[in-house]
């Protein structure tokens, strides 16, 4: 069993829709990551969490300590917004070290 | 902005070749990673270096090896390219901080035939 797992593995969603990614694990962590994929390779850093909630445009992103399972959300979705998401964790005590999800491949029709 | 940038985006290799993969990054961040990428399996940790001269296997790191030997350039080699190291290979770098955030680049994607 991996120790992060994604949930779903592939999403199509309709213009404007509310997506939600999720995002479990297994170990202790001191941070978890979400990070977003574009065709072609480019990876970029959307969130880094270590507890509650953030936010940036129409993304949202929570974590809940206790139950190991973070969130990421997407409002009012755009085509723009396709793209594979990934949830890494950094797993408590390995300093700098990330342990990865498969990703989430998510596609937004108009 | 913080760039990485790594010096081939495509690379086709026979087997048994010697392979170079560069990574660099202009933002004087100490840590630098090698990972690769494949489908169902996700990013995995080939090598990381958290300081020039330094490095520490990772996840995978059999049959490569690393050389860091200025704090901007991290390369991956591979001694004797097999094709099951044909893949999409992503370097990335971040500072030491407990709560780095990593930046990618844009990654190389290697056949070997």
């Known amino acids: 069993k991996n120790e992060v797992e994604q949930s779903p593995q592939n999403l199509t969603a309709q213009e404007g829709e509310f997506i939600t990614i999720n995002c479990s694990y297994s170990v202790g962590i001191s941070a978890l990551h979400w990070l977003q994929q574009h065709p072609g390779g480019g990876i970029v850093s959307l969130f880094m969490?270590?507890?509650g909630k953030k936010k940036h445009g129409r993304l949202i992103a929570t974590i809940n300590i206790q139950e190991k399972h973070s969130s990421l959300h997407i409002t009012a979705s755009h085509p723009r917004d396709s793209a594979v998401y990934i949830c890494a964790v950094r797993r408590a005590g390995t300093a700098s070290k990330l342990t990865f999800g498969t990703g989430t491949r998510l596609q937004v029709t108009l | 902005d913080v760039k990485v940038t790594q010096s081939s985006r495509y690379l086709v290799k026979r087997t048994g070749e010697k392979v170079f993969l560069e990574c660099v990054q202009d933002m004087d961040h100490e840590n630098m990673f090698w990972y690769r990428q494949d489908p169902g399996l996700g990013l995995r940790l080939i090598y990381f270096s958290y300081d020039v001269k330094m490095k520490e296997k990772g996840d995978i790191p059999e049959g490569y090896s690393v050389s860091r030997e200025k704090k901007e350039r991290f390369s991956l080699i591979l001694e004797s390219a097999s094709t099951n190291q044909t893949s999409m290979y992503l370097c990335?770098?971040?500072?030491?901080?407990?709560?780095?955030?990593?930046?990618f680049g844009p990654g190389t994607r290697l056949l070997v035939l």
């Open positions: 990335a770098s971040s500072l030491r901080s407990t709560q780095e955030t990593q930046y």
């Open positions: 969490l270590s507890s």
